[in-house]
């Protein structure tokens, strides 16, 4: 269900249909009714607005479907994982099946997602359990360095891309004279390329190649046109990290700290 409630507040900052739809990631049919209700209302803040009243205009479909299924127990989830360090998502998931209930079960992807939705919601942390092909995680390693071509001498400054497989430690690496999107869509394709197929989820720690600038207020980066397009040619999701959280991305914490990066090669990606 669209966030009405943030898509009123950003059209009474005066946003364009276009950035309203990038940043709350609605329809513009969903813009187009919160609009009509502004002009109908003569609507200026979000202030007198009540939860109640934006449910009577803006009513949810899908509550019915949702009340179909069987709600699982993530609280109790996230107590035996950190009981059990062999507890994984999927095994959860699985007791949740088995049980008796008369409701309709969610399936694998959909229990994972709410289990992340949970822990965000309640600034929860969980203890990682990666699986093999779910997610790739990229982004800029941190500082430049200097690339020596050792034929002419000459010394260029270049940016590391990093990608890493969180379940198996598998790294690939790949420097450019720049982290413009031409750099940053190659690298794709060459990490792909080099793991020798594509993730279920890649999971960028929000640089500006891949995501759209923030406005203040905004609670997350909206992934950026070109982007996109490259995840739904290779039928991958693209799952933005959130801004200054380093919880969900600790693997580039460590590389970050364990691997001082020093190159002497000829070869350099210029874009």
Request: glycine share 6%.
């Amino acid at each position: 269900m669209a966030d009405y409630r943030k898509i009123l507040g950003l059209l009474l900052e005066g946003r364009s249909y276009r950035e309203v739809v990038e940043i709350v990631g609605c329809s513009h049919r969903d813009v187009a009714r919160v609009r009509h209700e502004v002009q109908q209302r003569g609507l200026t803040s979000t202030v007198a607005v009540s939860d109640v009243e934006l449910a009577e205009w803006f009513p949810d479909g899908r509550r019915n479907v949702s009340d179909e299924y069987d709600q699982p127990d993530l609280s109790r989830v996230l107590a035996s994982m950190k009981a059990n360090r062999h507890f994984t998502l999927l095994l959860a998931w699985r007791r949740y099946v088995d049980t008796k209930d008369a409701g309709k079960k969610y399936g694998y992807s959909q229990f994972c997602a709410l289990f992340t939705d949970y822990l965000r919601t309640h600034d929860l942390v969980a203890v990682l359990r990666h699986e093999p092909g779910r997610a790739m995680l990229v982004d800029w390693a941190g500082d430049t360095m200097d690339v020596i071509d050792t034929i002419t001498g000459e010394v260029v400054r270049a940016i590391l891309f990093v990608a890493v497989l969180p379940f198996s430690g598998l790294m690939f690496c790949r420097a450019y004279a720049d982290m413009k999107s031409p750099a940053w869509l190659d690298a794709h394709v060459r990490a792909f390329a080099f793991f020798g197929g594509v993730t279920q989820i890649v999971v960028p720690d929000n640089p500006t190649t891949s995501t759209h600038q923030t406005h203040r207020g905004d609670a997350e980066r909206i992934v950026n046109a070109r982007y996109q397009q490259l995840a739904d040619h290779y039928q991958t999701a693209i799952v933005p990290a959130r801004v200054k959280k380093p919880r969900d991305y600790p693997e580039f914490g460590i590389i970050r700290t364990r691997h001082p990066w020093k190159i002497r090669s000829p070869m350099l990606r210029r874009g």
